[in-house]
């Protein structure tokens, strides 16, 4: 090759022969990717699905969690109902007042503050099972991924699909 001219800039001769070289390495590539294609093309892939809601409707780790979740909603609920109670209590006591009547509006008051109380427990135990039910879910949910993954690491299987697809409602089911 010619060396650049004394400006410090490549000759045409030299830019020219870059070219063809940059020619060759692009060729080379192609030739390497094609054969690395061919190769993968005559060695299968192995592919297993798993079926997410026949794993959850079989696994008794996720019923344990269902059932642990269930009878913390009914400790909710019977909170609840201790609540609702004490409201009506309280209601009962006001209407032993006259509006006009002396301790009817320390009454009302109590009234209010225990409606409140109500409502706050209410929306707590709203928000406590919503975050239970979505944790066991996650749970359950990075358990089997966890599982499907030493499995197929065991037998060699280099794709693995997990179906998570909800079966079709009718129309009419008021659920999500």
Excluded: W
């Amino acid at each position: 090759m010619t060396s650049p001219t004394s400006t410090g800039i490549p000759s045409m001769h030299t830019l020219s022969a870059l070219r063809s070289h940059r020619g060759v390495v692009i060729t080379a590539l192609l030739v390497l990717g094609a054969l690395l294609a061919f190769r993968s093309v005559n060695s299968p892939t192995t592919v297993a699905v798993v079926d997410l809601e026949a794993i959850y409707d079989n696994l008794n780790e996720h019923k344990d969690a269902e059932a642990r979740l269930s009878a913390m909603v009914d400790e909710l609920a019977s909170e609840l109902q201790k609540r609702e109670q004490e409201v009506k209590m309280v209601q009962l006591e006001l209407q032993a007042f006259s509006p006009q009547g002396q301790g009817f509006v320390e009454t009302q008051a109590k009234v209010e503050a225990a409606i409140g109380r109500f409502r706050a427990y209410q929306e707590f135990a709203k928000i406590k099972t919503e975050r239970e039910s979505e944790r066991l879910l996650k749970e359950t949910y990075d358990r089997v991924k966890l599982a499907c993954a030493a499995i197929a690491r065991e037998q060699g299987i280099q794709l693995v699909l997990l179906d998570d697809a909800t079966p079709q409602f009718a129309p009419t089911d008021p659920r999500p």
